[in-house]
Nanobody, 124 residues
Framework: QVHLVQSGGGSVQSGGSLTLSCKTTSGYVDNNYCKAWFRQAPGKEREGVGFINSGLYTTYADFVKGRFTIYQDAARNTVYLQMNNLEPEDTAMYYC?????????????????WGQGTQVNVSS
């Protein structure tokens, strides 16, 4: 079982920033695999935020609009979601996910391992 531990959620006002952390504590021998961030608001479907591949190439959903950045620290086995210019519409539970069976080509589907989630609240 791959264990992903998240931290960094909280509450901010519109226009504020948060950085979420997702640390892999077991199950991996390197950092060359697909990692992704998702979010889910109450009563809404889960949606992909973005993902990063083994070459550190990132892909983002349209709603990100240049505000978010996914990056990783290989030495710490940690992937981050840096969120700037947050809006109330960004309020959701945010989850990280990993798929060690994929490296170069990533999609939002097929992730097997998930973090516990962290709440992000953005007020007007």
């Amino acid at each position: 079982q791959v264990h992903l531990v998240q931290s960094g959620g909280g509450s901010v006002q519109s226009g504020g920033s948060l950085t979420l952390s997702c640390k892999t504590t077991s199950g991996y021998v390197d950092n060359n695999y697909c990692k992704a961030w998702f979010r889910q608001a109450p009563g809404k479907e889960r949606e992909g935020v973005g993902f990063i591949n083994s070459g550190l190439y990132t892909t983002y959903a349209d709603f990100v609009k240049g505000r978010f950045t996914i990056y990783q620290d290989a030495a710490r086995n940690t992937v981050y979601l840096q969120m700037n210019n947050l809006e109330p519409e960004d309020t959701a539970m945010y989850y990280c996910a990993a798929d060690p069976t994929r490296a170069q080509t990533c999609t939002f589907s097929g992730f097997q391992y998930w973090g516990q989630g962290t709440q992000v609240n953005v007020s007007s």
